[in-house]
């Protein structure tokens, strides 16, 4: 059937009208923007074809000059209102890269009538009121936003919301406009709109119009409300930016309901803007932050986004100890100060204040798991005892031999119970004042996770996947419940609900008679138990993330990622998570957003649970080390010289693998670059230079404004660019200064040499051509967002990917844009070519070729969603390149097909080299790696102390970096 314009007819159980711009199901009214009516008409004009993405834009928005993002919105939008979903579509579905249809049966409204009728008196002025996502902030693109966060000074004021506004779901971010005649701070104020624009939009709470259709529409004098309402947008945010002679800026912000024209939120934030890149990040996440978090309607708390702590804040003094094994051990509190076991064999009394000791316990074997502390008696299990201890003098009160495989777990409320589980296949239950026996039950498999107490029940759960509750009085199993896999942890609830983790990455939650509530798959192993905190579930992963899930349904509130595995269980202090992690870090955790408010770095694993006592914050490494900090912050007390030293990675090979010849130690590397015999790194204020054979170092560049790029070697010239705008050029042999370029914006790309030129992208999505010799600016052509790779120069032209969603093709003698492809996501990592392909990899995890001539696509290969941050490696016909999604692929080159991938893990995200028949990569898994070329079978690797950031093989010698703060070298 076909509709005209403003007929009313039915799709599926909606009765859709035209003419009142509203859809009515069943009493229920929900308005829609005349445009977005307009693109719900288009497509029920012809229901059974699908309908290109080009032909509705010709048609809903016709001169209008718009991007895809558009439609795009206005479809997601649409399928809010509608109660659609993109993956299972009952109305709308996508053809992807193409256009749309209707999946919904469309038929006339008298046929409607004819089963029943429909109301059909709306009125048509009525306003609509939607009800907002009930879930907080997802993870930001922001791991760097996260990492800019630590160390920096910020401060907000305001922050003002109506109290019975209507929270918008799709918003335009205006230009920011700079208070000044500076055309620094215009470029600052520009940057910052970008960068607001991008978060917001990552955010997942707001559709959100592209920036160059906004600055598009501004540029024409269109007022806000006007560009709102051509966007079909619901508010627009707008701000303007004052700045002091000290170095400092005054954001004052707005967010304002167009369809009403009454302000929503307000807020003023300060910055300090010398840092321009941390203050441009800092100051779009808190708005970001506030807009999330300020609809009143929202039944989830939120947080004093103006009371979060500085990450530097030092409120007294804190202390280490070090014992003399590795700690796995929970630091357990007593009445004198806490209890922390240790390999060594020794249990430790510590004063909390000062970490001195008190007394020790030389225990019947290693000290693993956390002791039990019931009045002056703490309890504690070996691998085959259980003991009790006067906490008083640390003398022992009675031992009990038993193989244990699990923690004891103690009841002291009600009968008054040891429980613990052993390798016999038992869970016993023990008399606390002298060990013996008070009951058994026999298990399918063996105890080995904690078990859990609540309301005079055990919670046990075996390694076969059998998960028992077990009355503590009589020892009777109540419920024994199968699940999918060995239980990795359990919670029990003072409700007589549980929640269970499983070793193949599911999560339960239980009745107490046994009948599954819910379960939800969190696609990674799981080896810790969760956490039950106001309603809400947290939960580590083995693949780095801290999941928050609302108890009731599953519903997933927010992600945090580290590095590694999440090595302990949470602790929960106010509005902070404190937890470990693999990687060697603590992290503080912001409880409602799940960002990252501080980390801090030790010398091993971290997997017990952090404590909270006296206004510290104690925890331990798996090195010995037991920390005790200001549980505002890491204290800056500590010297980072004491640090232990990484040493050499080790090797894990099934045959010869490589040697290694010298390291040295540079603070805070991130790229390094080979030329003429020497090496030549860019750390965050300077540039280096040493001998590639022996590592001596030759000469060192510092500046103030800190180095942003990669250094390249441009024929008789090194050349990196800084996070001012500033491009420098130095002498290889002596590090003096030949020349400096201002560009005006950060040059974070890549710099590219060719011929007498050098191509460099900046923040500000410009691509600049400096000449070699002098610095002079020959041209620069705005593209659209930041550039952040660098460029690849093919034929007569220079081929860029652009944050945009674009690749561009500019003609080397003068910038002209030759041609511009749609690349459908922000295109990151450097470009290479193959022939006369141009290939780039996406922050969304596709892999693109285009032809560099016509800009036409050749193929697109996908890893499913997440990022491609470095340049690819084309070589023999193939394409190798690392991703976030843990793997490194090989593809066809000319046709995208996959020959083999290899797994790691944790995110993949180096440049990939090879040597002789060997690929060789390195992943955050604190693994580099040496695979076959043709078959991706592993030969070799190298385990090493911190994550692989970069890796450059030339000759036989590899070099690679670490996120610490060293430089290594091997002969292959």
């Known amino acids: 059937m076909k509709v005209s314009d403003d007929s009313p007819f039915l799709l599926g159980d909606w009765t859709v009208r035209p003419r009142e711009n509203c859809i009515v199901r069943e009493g229920e009214t929900s308005n829609l923007e005349p445009k977005l009516m307009e693109v719900l008409v288009f497509l029920a004009s012809e229901p059974s074809r699908i309908h290109l993405r080009q032909e509705i834009l010709d048609s809903v928005w016709r001169d209008t000059f718009i991007t895809d993002e558009v439609l795009t919105n206005a479809v997601w939008e649409l399928r809010r209102a509608l109660g659609d979903h993109a993956r299972e579509p009952q109305y709308i579905k996508t053809i ?70 209507s929270w918008p779901h ?45 600055f598009e529409l501004a540029r024409a004098g269109l007022p806000a409300t006007e560009i709102a309402r051509q966007l079909g947008a619901e508010a627009f945010l707008e701000g303007t930016l004052s700045f002091s002679p000290t170095g400092r800026a005054r954001l004052s912000s707005q967010l304002i309901d167009r369809r009403r024209d009454r302000h929503l939120w307000a807020g003023v934030l300060e910055d300090d803007v010398r840092d321009s890149l941390g203050a441009e990040r800092r100051l779009s996440r808190r708005i970001t932050l506030n807009l999330v978090h300020a609809d009143p309607r929202r039944d989830t708390p939120s947080a004093d986004l103006d009371k979060v702590p500085s990450p530097l804040q030092d409120e007294g003094e804190g202390w280490r100890v070090r014992t003399g094994g590795e700690v796995w051990s929970d630091p357990t509190p007593f009445e004198a100060g806490l209890l922390v076991g240790s ?26 798991d956390a002791v039990q502390v019931a009045g002056a008696v703490a309890y504690l299990a070996t691998y085959d005892y259980a003991a009790a201890i006067d906490t008083t003098t640390g003398s022992e009160l009675w031992r009990r031999r038993l193989p244990l495989t699990s923690p004891l777990a103690y009841s002291w409320v009600g009968p008054e119970t040891l429980v613990v589980g052993s390798f016999d296949q038992h869970v016993y239950g023990l008399d606390p004042r002298d060990g013996e026996t008070r009951w058994r039950v026999s298990t399918e498999g063996e105890a080995h996770v904690p078990i859990s107490v609540a309301e005079n029940r055990a919670l046990v759960g075996t390694d076969r996947g059998e998960v028992i509750l077990i009355d503590l ?18 919670a029990l609830t003072a409700e007589g609900d549980s929640f269970v983790a499983t070793s193949r990455g599911f999560l339960y939650r239980l009745a107490r ?55 302990s269980r949470p602790t929960i202090d106010g509005d902070r998570l404190f937890v470990g992690s693999l990687d060697q870090n603590l992290y503080a955790i912001d409880l409602v957003s799940g960002t990252e408010l501080w980390h801090f770095p030790t010398g091993g694993w971290v997997v017990d649970r952090p404590l909270l006592l006296d206004g510290l914050l104690i925890f331990a490494s798996l090195d010995g080390v037991i920390y005790a ?52 790194v860019t750390t965050e204020d300077s540039v280096l230079a040493f001998d590639a054979e022996r590592g001596d170092p030759l000469w060192t560049v510092a500046v103030a404004d800190g180095f942003a790029s990669a250094p390249v070697f441009a024929t008789d010239r090194v050349v990196a660019g800084s996070r001012q705008g500033t491009l420098r050029a130095l002498d290889p042999q002596s590090g003096a200064e030949l020349w400096r370029s201002q560009l005006g914006a950060e040059t974070s790309a890549l710099p590219v040499a ?26 620069s052509t705005l593209t659209e967002l930041f550039i952040n790779g660098g460029a690849l120069i093919l034929k007569d032209r220079v081929v860029v990917g652009s944050c945009g969603e674009s690749i561009w093709a ?163």
């Open 96 to 165: 992807p890269r193409k256009g749309y249809g209707l999946v919904a049966p469309v038929e006339p409204f008298e046929a409607a009538t004819d089963m029943g009728g429909v109301e059909s008196s709306i009125p048509p002025e009525q306003d609509a009121v939607f009800d907002p996502p009930r879930k907080l902030l997802r993870p930001l693109l922001g791991l760097v936003v996260a990492m800019l966060l630590v160390g920096m000074f910020w401060w907000v004021r305001g922050g003002r919301v109506a109290e019975d506004s």
């Open 170 to 214: 799709s918003i335009v971010v205006l230009p920011i406009e700079a208070l000044s005649d500076d055309p620094v701070h215009q470029l600052f104020a520009d940057a910052l709109t970008d960068t607001l624009t991008a978060e917001l939009a990552a955010s997942g709470e707001f559709g959100v119009s592209s920036r160059s259709t906004v």
């Open 343 to 368: 390999d060594d064999h020794y249990l430790y009394a510590l004063e909390s204040g000062t970490g001195a000791e008190l007394w020790r316990y030389q225990a019947p074997g290693a000290v693993r």
């Open 473 to 490: 009085a009589t020892g009777r199993a109540e419920t024994r419940v199968a699940v999918d896999s060995a239980v990795a942890g359990v």
């Open 513 to 567: 008679d046994g009948t599954e509530r819910w379960r939800r798959s969190l696609e990674s192993r799981l080896g810790i138990a969760p956490l039950l905190h106001h309603g809400v579930l947290y939960q580590g992963t083995g693949d780095g993330r801290i999941l928050a899930l609302d108890a009731v349904d599953g519903t997933l509130l927010w992600t945090f990622t580290a590095r590694d595995a999440i090595g």
């Open 629 to 680: 900090l200001p549980s505002s912050g890491p204290a800056t007390r500590f010297d980072p010289a004491e640090w232990p030293d990484p040493g050499a990675p080790r090797l894990v090979a099934s045959g010869t693998g490589p040697k290694l010849l010298w390291k040295r130690e540079i603070h805070s590397p991130t790229r390094v670059r080979f030329a003429d015999g020497n090496l030549f």
């Open 754 to 779: 060719s011929g007498d030129r050098i191509y460099l992208g900046d923040r500000l999505g410009r691509l600049n051509a400096i000449d070699r010799q002098s610095g002079e600016l020959l041209w």
């Open 810 to 972: 500019l003609g080397i003698p003068n910038g002209k844009a030759l041609w511009k492809t749609h690349a459908g996501e922000c295109v990151v990592s450097d470009g290479v070519g193959f022939g006369n392909t141009a290939i780039f990899g996406t922050s969304h995890g596709d892999l693109l070729a285009v032809d560099v001539d016509t800009g036409a696509r050749r193929w697109t290969f996908n890893t499913g969603g997440e990022d491609i941050w470095y340049r690819p490696l084309v070589m023999e016909n193939r394409v190798f390149f690392g991703s976030g999604d843990y793997n490194v692929y090989s593809l066809d080159a000319a046709t995208g097909r996959e020959l083999w991938r290899f797994h790691t893990a944790n995110r993949a995200l180096t440049e990939i080299a090879t040597y002789a028949e060997l690929v060789l990569f390195g992943s955050h898994d604190r693994h580099l790696y040496a695979v076959e070329r043709d078959s991706g079978e592993e030969r070799w690797r190298l385990e090493t102390t911190r994550r692989v950031e970069f890796l450059l093989v030339v000759g036989d010698r590899l070099y690679f970096l670490g996120d610490d703060k060293y430089l290594f070298a091997y002969r292959l």
